[in-house]
């Protein structure tokens, strides 16, 4: 499974974003998808989460604010609304050979390369 984020780029406070993973290899209607962020001199941290039931789940600082979503077996998404400075980092989608979520990193079996999203004040 391969996995191939876009989607990042430079937006002002209160902008918003769309992210994509797209998943080539197999399909992965079967695998919960998760989407995860490292700022520089920071651990990498739990964003967003789908299950291979459509449930999700999300980090306290995001809720509200970002939603996760999958229209098939190979894409994932992430729409990032009033975004903040705070949200500036590399994020990064992965999949789990599970249906079911979890927001611990070590629980995912395939990660993408990352794409950058820069929030200014």
Do not use: H
Not at 31 to 48: C, H, L, N, S, T
Not at 69 to 91: G, H, I, W
Request: aromatic share 10%.
């Amino acid at each position: 499974v391969q996995l191939q984020a876009s989607g990042g780029g430079f937006v002002q406070a209160g902008g918003s974003l769309r992210l994509s993973c797209a998943a080539s290899g197999r399909t992965l209607s079967t695998y919960a998808m998760g989407w995860f962020r490292q700022a520089p001199g920071k651990e990498r941290e739990f964003v967003a989460a789908i299950g291979g039931s459509s449930r999700s789940s999300y980090a306290d600082s995001v809720k509200g604010r970002f939603a996760i979503s999958r229209d098939n077996a190979k894409n994932t998404y992430l729409q990032m609304n009033s975004l903040k400075p705070e949200d500036t980092a590399v994020y990064y989608c992965a999949a789990r050979a599970s249906p079911l979520l979890t927001t611990t990193p070590i629980s995912y079996d395939y990660w993408g390369q990352g794409t950058l999203v820069t929030v200014s004040s």
